[in-house]
Nanobody, 118 residues
């Protein structure tokens, strides 16, 4: 059974920083692309950042230069370092794993709340 467990969310003032973590179990972590998505109230879920199994990264324009995604395969963990946070970054942040050895699968975590106060 696959589990993605996020942690690190919370309340922070604008301009502050948070680091989200997502630890996976039940998958061969190193072969999966990992990503962070977010969903604000009344809005659709949107991509924040992704990192491939080879370490290539991709960011939404709204977070470029402020957020950094990274992974440590030996820990089955992906991180999202968020700096210079803005109130518009307030959302539930979800971890995503996409890939697989025999067939393509997609898995989601339960989400962690990030609230940025002005």
């Amino acid at each position: 059974q696959v589990h993605l467990v996020e942690s690190g969310g919370g309340l922070v003032q604008a301009g502050g920083s948070l680091r989200l973590s997502c630890t996976a179990s039940g998958i061969i972590f190193s072969i999966y692309s990992m990503g962070w998505y977010r969903q604000a109230p009344g809005k659709e879920r949107e991509l924040v950042a992704t990192i491939t199994s080879g370490g290539s990264t991709n960011y939404a324009d709204s977070v470029k230069g402020r957020f950094t995604i990274s992974r440590v395969n030996v820990k089955n963990t992906v991180y999202l370092q968020m700096n210079s946070l803005k109130p518009e970054d307030t959302a539930v942040y979800y971890c995503n794993a996409a890939g697989g050895s025999s067939y393509y699968t997609v898995h989601w975590g339960q989400g962690t709340q990030v609230t940025v106060s002005s």
